[in-house]
């Protein structure tokens, strides 16, 4: 409850006293600013971490419905669409998964955790949910009391609660195992590939491996960092590596970059 007394305000809400001293010395002072006096430090009271969350769902009716349950709670900032990419997130809801070349050309430097909404929970989703990244999974029939706890179990979790219900069981847990083991084969396969990169690229990756931003490589090499993230793209698609950390990684093995760079 709060009234208004000329121009100062007097808020009374739970945990609070007014005390009637201070109240006519801040009136007298014309403090315009609200008197709270704590009684004590109930965790209870503290006002949750904020969350954003980026809604980035190819279904219209999916998305809008996402849209009204998430705005129902003061607790979530949302943004959607292509907007969503430029802004700092905590989570990203899909409904599919993300394309590879999208998120080549996207290179966000601290991407959100991904909740993925579909359809069933088999083991066959639950395992396409994980390759595709996902943190989570829900249903998309399931309320909005679901869908709050699985963006805050994303954000509070330590780990992934979709690798820990994957692992829960049999059927799922086995088939991701044996999709670990067939990706281990492949990647013996890739050790073995002659330097596909040009003398440019490899200085490009040698800078990534140093741990510097697209920005950052522009201004060494005197080139735009859109320029920068293009030759990125370039050599994930050479190398057929998934991210920079990958790329950088295999070419690390192969002996490509600087000696200065060590892994």
Known sequence: ????????????????????????????????????????????????????????????????????????????????????????????????????????????????????????????????AARAGAWEYMDELEDVDVLEKAICSIVESKGSPLLKQIASGDVSSEILLSEFSTSSEVERVVVDIPNPLTPGEIEILDLVARGESSKNIGVIVGLGEQTIKNYVVKILGKTHTHNRAHAAALAAQHGWLSPLVSF
């Open 1 to 128: 409850m709060m009234s208004r007394f000329g121009t100062a305000f007097i808020c009374l809400a739970p945990g609070y006293w007014i005390i009637q001293e201070c109240t006519q010395l801040a009136l007298n002072l014309d403090n315009i600013q609200p008197l709270l006096i704590p009684l004590s430090h109930d965790d209870d009271a503290q006002i949750a971490q904020r969350i954003t969350v980026h809604l980035a769902i190819s279904d219209p009716e999916l998305e809008k419905a996402a849209l009204s349950l998430l705005g129902r709670n003061a607790r979530f900032s949302v943004v959607k669409g292509s907007i969503g990419y430029a802004a700092l997130s905590d989570v990203r809801l899909i409904d599919e998964a993300p394309d590879l070349d999208q998120k080549r050309e996207l290179d966000e430097l601290n991407p959100p955790k991904l909740l993925f909404i579909g359809t069933g929970r088999s083991s066959n989703v639950l395992v396409e």
